[in-house]
């Protein structure tokens, strides 16, 4: 099986611009989850679709936003980037959701505002 | 809320010494506790589970709800274990929000 993909791998944006990250999850996954990783603020925990629904949602500005559509693919996007916004985006998916659900990271893409 | 603590930011072990990484947390429910790694070039992957009380790569993790502690141990560590761990709390019914420790970066030495 494949695994998650993300594109694109790397984003170079100015400040102002707006972004859209592609995921794309585990054939047969319904959870998809999206993390920032920063160096000063480690892993944070952005928000979780299942079944087009998003179903929780981290301490983040509404400048993030994202969807998940019905082959289970999401995006994110920012819109109005900030410096602070430069991170690795990681996206997980998993089956459920559940306790016997494990999440599957793919390898990020790697966002610099400047 | 919940905090996950990981005070070790880097952890230098020789080969064939045992390691133990150390992970606290606060939560006054029943959590679900995880341990991630992520070697060098590679994407981050689940280790263990505590609802799974399983060893994975020699690796052992217990939860002490007395002590909020879920620590990973390995009695002897191998050089390929070098990597970065991640320590993750997930709530009762909380889908797919982990909240994960700092990490601590593990380089086992010949």
Redo the contacts between chains.
């Keep these: 099986k494949a695994?998650?993909t993300q594109t694109p791998r790397y984003l170079i944006k100015t400040r102002g611009q707006q972004v859209t990250l592609s995921c794309s999850p585990i054939s047969g996954h319904r959870?998809v989850?999206w993390?920032q990783q920063t160096p000063g603020q480690?892993?944070?925990?952005l928000f979780?679709y299942?079944s087009e629904t998003q179903?929780?949602k981290?301490n983040f500005p509404g400048r993030f936003s994202g969807r998940q559509f019905s082959n289970s693919r999401s995006e994110m996007n920012v819109s109005t980037l900030e410096l602070g916004d430069s991170a690795l985006y990681?996206c997980?998916s998993?089956l459920e959701?559940?306790?016997d659900?494990?999440?599957?990271?793919?390898?990020?893409t790697r966002l610099t505002v400047t | 809320a919940q905090r996950v603590t990981q005070p070790e930011k880097l952890l230098s072990v020789f080969k064939g010494a045992p390691v133990e990484l150390k992970c606290n947390y606060s939560y006054s429910g029943s959590p679900e506790l995880f341990w991630y790694v992520q070697y060098s070039r590679q994407r981050l992957q689940l280790l263990l589970r505590h609802i799974s009380r399983e060893s994975i790569k020699g690796f052992t993790a217990d939860l002490n709800k007395g002590e909020t502690s879920f620590h990973l141990k390995k009695p002897f560590a191998q050089e390929e274990d070098s990597a970065m761990y991640y320590c993750a709390l997930r709530l009762t019914g909380g889908g797919n929000k982990l909240t994960f420790g700092t990490g601590t970066q593990l380089k086992v030495e010949l």
């Design positions: 695994g998650v959870s989850s993390y480690g892993l944070q925990f979780e299942f179903r929780n981290g990681l997980a998993s959701g559940g306790r659900s494990p999440l599957h990271f793919g390898n990020g």
